[in-house]
């Protein structure tokens, strides 16, 4: 009996017939500014990754990722335009996310301690622009970042509406705020 043994699959790298990657995103200090908007990101979020995050190969699945930074574009969205669901005066008001590019930096494995961060990059009539990062919680390295464009939206008739002028003056206000994030660096 002749048995064949596959050869192992690969996991990181590319093979010969995939179009080539991008550059790798270089990694920013604790509080470094944004490439894009210039704005400092804050921390929103903290997360452990536990073991049902992840998949049969021992990592962090795609799904986490993105719940993780949902958790942090929610934080986000209330601190920098006021919203919060749960009030009268927002009824019929929300959001509604509209893209999201995720580079998947480096790998998260079970017990890893993760911060997510955040910035307003740029505000539109109806929709703002934000961009996070995901790092380990002990000693910064980046894992994953996002960028994503979100619409304010009216909930009873199911479509995009403009951002309010007090919304615009938080915003406003956050995209020009530096304040290094709160966190006090890696721990």
């Known amino acids: 009996m002749h048995v064949v043994i ?3 699959l690969r996991t990181f790298g590319r093979h010969a017939s ?5 550059q790798p995103i270089p990694a920013r200090c604790w509080g470094a500014s944004d490439e894009l908007s210039g704005a400092k990101m804050i921390l929103l979020t903290r997360a ?3 073991p ?3 998949d049969m190969m021992g990592h962090m699945t795609t799904r986490f990722y993105v719940a993780f930074f949902d958790d942090a574009i929610n934080i986000l969205l209330g601190q920098a335009t006021g919203w919060a669901p749960t009030t009268p005066e927002w009824a019929d008001r929300g959001w509604a996310d509209v893209r999201h590019e995720i580079d998947f930096v480096g790998e998260v494995a079970s017990g890893v301690i993760l911060g997510i961060y955040g910035a307003v990059r740029n505000v539109g009539r109806t929709s703002i622009q934000t961009d996070y990062e995901m790092r380990r919680l ?8 996002l960028a994503a ?3 304010f939206f009216n909930l009873a008739e199911r479509k995009s509406t ?3 002028e007090p919304m615009l003056e938080r915003l406003k206000s ?3 705020a530096t304040a290094a994030p709160s966190h006090g660096g890696p721990a």
């Open 6 to 8: 596959p050869k192992p």
């Open 18 to 22: 995939c179009p080539p990657q991008r």
């Open 48 to 50: 452990v990754v536990q």
């Open 52 to 54: 049902w995050n992840c």
């Open 138 to 145: 002990h000693g910064g390295e980046l894992a994953a970042k």
């Open 149 to 151: 464009k979100t619409v």
């Open 162 to 164: 403009p951002l309010t």
């Open 174 to 176: 956050s995209m020009n």
